[in-house]
């Protein structure tokens, strides 16, 4: 192939809330943003057009009235805002019979480990809507990554700036000064231009969606606040890949029920018809207490340890000591994964305008964010269940491998047919 075929799985790990059912018994957690609050409103009025809009506008109104600080106001994927404020005002609102929920808001972080062969395994070189041959022909597709930014100007990349949106600091465009946003961009969407990587999807638009800081941290909201921003653009971006998580459960009631305001955003934005990609997470352990990865709604991936982009367990392990052909030693495993993809020692485009290699489920799901783009450029306006099933089935079943702790690993391990 005239070009290196690299995807990088990076590991990123949201600290994201365990849901609250009222602000007054949340119990205190390490992750919590002292004095931070995320306040869901009832939808008190139609959810289209001015009336929920007002409803909104004179929630955070009220809020500044108090003394509350608001830094995101919430109007597609949720309706509410986030803010600083004491105890105090935080009680008093979870009392307001127009509010839904009051929650603390958490810390998130990005933990990346660490080339290249995740394409390969993926057989999306061989896919036609890919058409990976070295000349620049792009697949007609939006991507949101909802991660630390992208860099603006790799030349490797097609980055929609316009399409952007910077949640940790709205003042600044959605720069990648942390690496791991871009390295996802890459392994979803790297220009098939004859040089560098080449992505899962090649020349998607890829709209940099940041919601952690240039450390890999940030907060619950600040992912709520990216999760509005395509939901609001749901009739652009068919995908948006979320490598990221932290503890949690899927109450089975899209968070309705222990009032999770990621799962309910979520939830809305799947409604709306975007496919969500997201990493299981990195600590060997069941996702089904990692969320989003515990999510229905989305398409949960875990971490294959591939060497050669082939099959047959006989490639040399290179930038850690996995075995080819196993099961990630880091990778959570479960009922909620629905696919499993390469994420070890995968080369993809970096934040200083290079390449860079990285392990983790955070560079699993992009791959499936790349082949839920090359799908729906085929099939338009294919709901969300539908992509999930057309990539599971798709899939092989070809193999399985017990995990450390003697599970058996089974998930449908990613694999692209020439056409869907």
């Not at 830094?71 to 105090?88: D, E, F, K, T």
């Not at 899209?254 to 299981?280: E, F, L, P, R, W």
């Not at 485009?349 to 290699?357: A, L, Q």
Request: aromatic content about 4%.
């Amino acid at each position: 192939m005239p070009k290196t075929f690299g995807i990088a799985l990076l590991a990123l790990v949201l600290a994201a809330a365990s849901p609250t059912p009222a602000v007054a018994e949340a119990p205190a957690q390490s992750d919590q943003i002292p004095g931070a609050y995320i306040v869901t409103l009832e939808d008190t009025a139609t959810t289209e057009g001015a009336g929920m809009d007002a409803v909104v506008d004179e929630a955070v109104a009220e809020a500044y009235t108090m003394g509350a600080q608001v830094q995101h106001v919430y109007r597609y994927a949720l309706h509410g805002y986030s803010a600083s404020m004491s105890a105090s005002v935080a009680a008093a609102l979870a009392d307001d019979p127009g509010v839904r929920s009051v929650q603390p808001d958490r810390r998130v972080h990005a933990t990346a480990q660490s080339i290249p062969t995740g394409v390969d395994r993926a057989e999306a070189d061989q896919n036609l809507t890919a058409a990976i041959d070295g000349v620049d022909t792009r697949v007609d597709a939006d991507v949101a990554v909802i991660d630390t930014g992208i860099t603006p100007n790799h030349a490797d990349l097609n980055v929609y700036q316009a399409g952007g949106k910077n949640c940790w600091l709205p003042m600044l465009n959605p720069s990648d000064l942390h690496g791991h946003g871009t390295h996802v961009a890459g392994t979803i969407g790297a220009l098939d231009n004859g040089t560098g990587v080449v992505g899962m999807a090649p020349g998607v638009r890829l709209w940099p969606v940041q919601v952690l800081d240039p450390l890999g941290t940030g907060s619950t909201s600040a992912v709520i606040c990216g999760i509005d921003h395509v939901t609001q653009h749901a009739d652009e971006i068919e995908v948006a890949n979320m490598s990221l998580g932290g503890s949690g459960t899927d109450d089975g009631d899209c968070g309705k029920s222990n009032d999770d305001a990621m799962h309910q955003a979520i939830c809305s934005s799947v409604a709306a018809g975007v496919t969500y990609t997201v990493a299981a997470g990195n600590d060997h352990k069941d996702a089904a207490n990692m969320i989003p990865a515990a999510y229905d709604e989305v398409i949960t991936v875990s971490a294959l340890a591939d060497f050669d982009g082939k099959p047959g367990g006989l490639g040399k392990a290179t930038c850690r000591s996995d075995v080819d052909d196993t099961f990630a030693n880091f990778s959570n495993y479960g009922s909620d994964i629905d696919l499993i993809a390469p994420g070890v020692c995968i080369t993809s485009t970096s934040s200083s305008g290079g390449y860079t290699t990285m392990s983790g489920t955070s560079m699993a799901a992009p791959h499936v964010a790349g082949a839920a783009a090359l799908y729906l450029a085929g099939h338009a306006g294919a709901k969300p269940d539908t992509v999930k099933k057309a990539l599971r089935d798709a899939g092989s079943s070809n193999w399985t491998w017990p995990s450390q702790d003697g599970d058996v690993i089974n998930e449908p391990l990613l694999m692209l047919p020439s056409s869907f």
